[in-house]
């Protein structure tokens, strides 16, 4: 295998990859640019080498006698060759500076974008952990909230009993209390019509207490 045949065919299967992407850039007209020059010399290039290797083969092989025009015509053609392809080699080589500012940029961008994507990955996995986390917390306290919440439901009844009792307390004594009230008026009535009929006092003297009582008991009552 020639030396170089390797790479150039790296080279021509990563440009045709490249200019089949369709996408137009500085680098991509340089390559189809230089594709085309590249073509040219190669193409020079190999009529040189048949014909040489034709001029070896007469002269070893056959041991015939070389025109040394052809072979003067040669050595002018492989230098104007050599000469183009130097130019094209320092054309190509002016144009490193502007492409390595370029692929600076370009690496400076892909660089951000690992580190983007490695950073959205490592985010995701501690929020992950965290939910995870919190996950285990939930289920070991939920036992014990829903012991908690069964417990209260057991005592709320308790809790409200004595607030009805208070209640039912609070009637029962204003009840007992009206009846009270009433009762005592009744006696204090039936005492006055018995000083009324029994006794031989003067009414003046039975009324007396009486209206004294009402007194006190418009008193008390608007108190």
């Known amino acids: 295998m020639?030396?170089?045949?390797?790479?150039?065919?790296?080279?021509?299967?990563?440009?045709?990859?490249?200019?089949a992407e369709g996408r137009e850039s500085p680098f991509t007209e340089h390559c189809r640019n230089f594709e085309k020059s590249y073509r040219f010399l190669q193409t020079e290039v190999q009529r040189l080498k048949d014909e040489v290797?034709?001029?070896?083969?007469?002269?070893?092989?056959?041991h015939s006698l070389i025109n040394t025009d052809t072979m003067d015509e040669i050595l002018e053609r492989s230098l104007?060759?050599?000469?183009?392809?130097?130019?094209?080699?320092?054309a190509v080589q002016t144009q490193r500076a502007v492409f390595e500012e370029m692929w600076d940029?370009?690496?400076?961008r892909?660089?951000?974008?690992?580190?983007?994507?490695?950073a959205q990955l490592h985010d995701l996995l501690q929020l992950k952990q965290e939910n995870s986390?919190?996950?285990t917390i939930a289920r070991q306290i939920g036992p014990y909230i829903l012991s908690i919440a069964k417990v209260k439901e057991r005592l709320e009844p308790r809790f409200q009993k004595p607030e009805n009792d208070c209640i039912d307390t609070v009637v029962k004594i204003c009840e007992d209390s009206a009846m009270t009230t009433e009762q005592n008026s009744c006696n204090e009535k039936s005492c006055i019509a018995c000083y009324d009929?029994?006794?031989?006092?003067?009414?003046?003297?039975?009324?007396?207490?009486?209206?004294?009582?009402?007194?006190?008991?418009?008193?008390?009552?608007?108190?």
């Open 53 to 62: 290797q034709e001029m070896h083969k007469d002269l070893t092989k056959h």
């Open 105 to 108: 940029v370009t690496f400076q």
């Open 133 to 135: 986390y919190l996950t």
């Open 80 to 90: 104007f060759i050599d000469e183009q392809i130097a130019s094209q080699y320092s």
């Open 2 to 19: 020639p030396f170089g045949r390797r790479p150039t065919f790296h080279r021509n299967i990563c440009t045709k990859m490249l200019l």
């Open 197 to 223: 009929r029994d006794s031989d006092t003067d009414n003046s003297l039975i009324l007396l207490p009486s209206e004294t009582l009402l007194k006190s008991s418009e008193f008390c009552w608007q108190g």
């Open 110 to 118: 892909v660089t951000n974008e690992q580190e983007i994507y490695e």
